[in-house]
């Protein structure tokens, strides 16, 4: 059986470029947020907050909500606005090399996605239902079109790879 040749022209990887589409949502919404946060700044988060602890009822003093609107500063709103644009500025590398057919970017898009199946696997176990059934599914379904990318490019640079010669025998 003769395997086909690796085309490295990227038009010719659907898949690809579908998940780039993704990435470079994600990406983009990321940034954005990153954005919103650093220019609402740590006053208006705080009147949310403190406008949810008041709206369901929860204790001001104690609890997850009390712990988040005390820890809302300056500072904490710039590490996570930090934190954000760098997980998008990922994703939309991660967006232009799939959409360019880049080999690491599948090698990226793989380990990334490969390493939120156990979350997910977890989180479908924890509560199933047909949200988090799609979310698994489509997990494995990104980290298959990636690997198999990647196990092509690895067979077509294995065909590639000359023979070594062999030593004259005295």
């Known amino acids: 059986m003769t395997q086909a040749r690796y085309n490295p022209d990227p038009h010719a990887h659907p898949g690809l470029h579908a998940i780039a ?3 470079a949502a994600k990406g983009a919404l990321a940034v954005l947020a990153a954005s919103g946060l650093e220019l609402l700044g740590p006053a208006p988060l705080q009147q949310f907050v403190q406008l949810l602890i008041t709206r369901l009822q ?3 003093d104690h609890g ?5 609107a005390n820890a809302i500063n300056p500072g904490a709103v710039h590490m996570a606005a930090a934190a954000v644009f760098f997980y998008g500025a990922l994703h939309l590398l991660e967006a232009w090399g799939l959409w360019r057919a880049k080999s690491w970017a599948s090698w990226l898009g793989c380990v990334t ?9 977890y989180a479908l176990f924890a509560h199933p239902g047909w949200i ?12 298959w079109v990636l690997a198999r990318d990647l196990l092509k490019r690895h067979r ?3 065909r590639q790879v000359p023979a070594p010669a ?4 005295p």
């Open 21 to 23: 589409i993704v990435e």
């Open 64 to 68: 997850a909500m009390a712990w988040l």
């Open 166 to 169: 062999k030593a004259p025998v």
């Open 156 to 158: 077509a640079a294995a």
């Open 132 to 143: 988090a059934l799609a979310v698994v599914a489509i997990n494995v379904i990104v980290v």
């Open 58 to 60: 929860l204790d001001p």
């Open 113 to 121: 996605a490969a390493a939120y199946l156990p979350f997910d696997a």
